[in-house]
């Protein structure tokens, strides 16, 4: 089968000459002229690669890689851009983007850039289907032997066989994905869907199609009927992550679904049903920014019914060399690495940093380090060294991208926030987070 190509770009003499010399290489190509009609695109057809504009009038490109790779992880993405010399944009697009070329000067990178991408679709189909099969996480394989991992892993067994909403808190990268999906598999509705999103991955419209689905005509680019996670997680599990960071528009649309099961899909007059088990997971004080008018407090009340709070890495340092062994198993696996040796002063170095980016940083720095060490040893030397401080956290990336807006924007944060697609006051606060001037 023809890999599928989307083109993104709102030069539509562009887009027409790409298509063309795209499509005489054998491909099928698709054509969208706006970041949402791209968007909606890829729900409807089973796209390989993304060719994207860095400018459209409805989003940023380096920001809508987000989206995209958010969504679906096997996509490779290449940006375009009109401009030779952008910095702070070319490194953020190799943060998710495969590969960028600049409109006009890389016409004949295209072709070549197109199949090596696409090689890496094919690598990723693969580790998306592993990732699938792993992620199917019961408690017995769950990696833990501190106290308050076994606590948490405890409630989360006693909630699972009920229907009852749970709340998952902790910090970014502590699992609560996984805990998510192990309190599915052990309920009586682990044979229906486990629909998984990030709240704060999409903007308001995007993320209101993905949860509640839409009615053909319903906005542009809206080609075809699309159904929901809403719908989609019938007789199954929901899992909204960082429910924190939902609009209070779609709050108060969601608070109705969890009271009567009933919704409206954008487009529609029709009213739809769904029968589903919610689990919700956020990083944030929930109770606080109801206080602060950020989140509906009537919503926090009905998600709030059990708790399990996910404890940071750095409390559970007794879990740190179990975990390592198992990530340093997985990616040697995956690399084709054998007969690892580990030193004695890896271990240690790793017990004593404090993994402000939990879990996910730890599985980064081993993956890396793998590819660092020499000699099949891994020792203190092999771990990455950042001169700013931790580069691997969540927290890092998401300071570094936010600085990296700042700078495109000259200064401006009303711009800023809007390329983000977040509000001024959630700019503000993660200014004031990170100690950014």
Partial sequence: ?????????????????LGMIISNEGYEVFQASSARSGLTMLTKYPIDLVLCDVRLPDSFGVDLVREIKTKYPHIEI????????????????????????????DN????????????KVKENLKDVQQEKTASKTDFTNMIGKSTSFLYAKKLAQKVS?????????????????????????????????????????????VL???????KKGSFTGAISD?????????????????????????????LRVLESGEFIKMGDTKISNSNFRLIAATNRDLKEESR????????????????????????????????????????????NLKSINISDDFYQKLENNPWKGNIRELKNTLER?????????LSAESLPHSNSGNSFAMASVEKDHILKVLHYTKGNKAEAARLLDIGIATLYRKLEEYQMK
């Fill in 1 to 17: 089968m023809n890999a599928k190509i989307l083109i993104i770009d709102d030069e539509l003499k562009l887009l027409k000459l």
């Fill in 78 to 105: 290449i940006l375009m851009t009109a401009y030779g010399n952008i910095p702070d944009g070319v490194q953020a697009m190799r943060n998710g983007a495969y590969d960028y070329i600049v409109k006009g000067d």
């Fill in 108 to 119: 004949e990178r295209i072709i070549p850039l197109v199949s090596q991408a696409l090689e």
């Fill in 161 to 205: 066989n009920t229907d009852t909403a749970v709340l998952l808190t902790g910090e970014t990268g502590t699992g609560k994905e996984v805990f998510a999906n192990a309190i599915h598999h052990e309920s009586s509705r682990k044979n229906g869907n486990f629909m998984a999103i990030n709240c704060s991955a999409f903007g308001k419209e």
């Fill in 208 to 214: 209101e199609s993905e949860l509640f689905g839409h």
């Fill in 226 to 254: 699309k159904k929901g996670l809403i719908e989609e997680a019938q007789d199954g599990t929901l899992f909204l992550d960082e429910i924190g960071e939902m609009p209070l528009e779609l709050q108060s649309k969601m």
């Fill in 292 to 335: 602060l008018g950020n989140f509906r407090e009537d919503l926090y009340f009905r998600l709030n019914v059990f708790e399990i709070h996910l404890p940071p890495l750095r409390e559970r340092k007794e879990d740190v060399r179990e975990l390592t062994n198992f990530y340093i198993d997985k990616f040697s696996t995956k690399m």
């Fill in 369 to 377: 380090s793998l590819i660092l060490m020499e000699n099949n040893l």
